[in-house]
């Protein structure tokens, strides 16, 4: 079946089009950008090892922690915290 966007269910979200062709979002990009805004926002210095340090703890799963966090401070039960997320555990 097609969802909304007229695209299959099973096709993952996260595609756009470039000039190389259809490319997939990765973790790999989600933390890349995540650390350029943290570099700006926060004023690290990704050339400094202290702040390579800090940058590197931000990760693609860095979104879903977030996004566990404000579930459960707006009052959702943990078992829909993980459906929605998809985590099993």
């Given at each position: 079946?097609?969802?909304?966007?007229?695209?299959?269910?099973?096709?993952?979200?996260?595609?756009?089009?470039?000039?190389?062709?259809?490319?997939?979002?990765?973790?790999?990009?989600?933390a890349s950008s995540l650390r350029t805004v943290a570099a700006a926002v926060y004023k690290l210095d990704p050339a400094k090892?202290?702040?390579?340090?800090?940058?590197?703890?931000?990760?693609?799963?860095?979104?879903?922690?977030?996004?566990?966090?404000?579930?459960?401070?707006?009052?959702?039960?943990?078992?829909?915290?993980?459906?929605?997320?998809?985590?099993?555990?």
């Open positions: 079946t097609r969802g909304p966007t007229q695209q299959p269910i099973a096709s993952p979200l996260g595609v756009y089009d470039s000039h190389h062709g259809t490319k997939f979002i990765t973790g790999a990009d989600t090892r202290r702040d390579q340090a800090i940058l590197s703890r931000y990760s693609a799963h860095s979104i879903f922690a977030l996004a566990a966090n404000i579930l459960h401070r707006q009052g959702m039960s943990d078992s829909y915290i993980q459906k929605r997320l998809r985590w099993k555990s």
